[in-house]
Antibody
């Protein structure tokens, strides 16, 4: 059974950092393209970052230069390193497989002083 | 960037009604379009992929059509459990983009 479980969210001050994790089971992360999608409170969905099976990475303009997507093949886990966090980064962050056939339950990131 | 314009932003309909949501891409995306259902506090659920293919386990009252820039999502007979927000999403580009969402309510 395919499962994605995010962790690492929490409250952080503006300018701070967090690393989100997405542990996958039932499939191999490195054989798929994987995404991070976020949803600000009461708002719509925003695609944040993608990592392709070959290792290429892409970012939304809103996070470029601040966020880094990566994966650990030995742990079958996807990561999102978030630096220089801003209030507008406050959102539930989801990891998703491929075009979005499977999603995690989401982890809340709150950026506030 | 490819922009997705989804309409309407909200919709009120009665049980049994036929409901239609449209999504327009700012450029040709072939059939690289998904439709999702999201209920409060839950992750989005994939309903339709490649514009018109029903995801496994999704009821047949849900359907999608279109290609190029214009797409349609239809619920043939609205059920109470269909109350949710629906999103289109293109994945023709390296980084996908979502429509603004359609909040569906029961009249």
């Amino acid at each position: 059974e395919v499962q994605l479980v995010e962790s690492g969210g929490g409250l952080v001050q503006p300018g701070g950092s967090l690393r989100l994790s997405c542990a996958a089971s039932g499939f191999t992360v490195s054989s798929n393209y994987m995404s991070w999608v976020r949803q600000a409170p009461g708002k719509g969905l925003e695609w944040v970052s993608v990592i392709y099976s070959g290792g290429s990475t892409y970012y939304a303009d809103s996070v470029k230069g601040r966020f880094t997507i990566s994966r650990d093949n030995s742990k079958n886990t996807l990561y999102l390193q978030m630096n220089s966090l801003r209030a507008e980064d406050t959102a539930v962050y989801y990891c998703a497989r491929g075009h979005g056939d499977y999603w995690g339950q989401g982890t809340l990131v709150t950026v506030s002083s | 960037d490819i922009q997705m314009t989804q309409s309407p932003s909200s919709l009120s309909a009665s049980v049994g009604d036929r409901v239609t949501i449209t999504c327009q891409a700012s450029q040709d995306i072939s059939n690289y379009l998904n439709w999702y259902q999201q209920k409060p506090g839950k992750a989005p659920k994939l309903l339709i992929y490649d514009a018109s293919n029903l995801e496994t386990g999704v009821p047949s009252r849900f359907s999608g059509s279109g290609s190029g820039t214009d797409f349609t999502f239809t619920i043939s007979s609205l059920q109470p459990e269909d109350i949710a927000t629906y999103y289109c999403q293109q994945y023709d580009n390296l980084l996908g983009t979502f429509g603004q969402g359609t909040r569906l309510e029961i009249k």
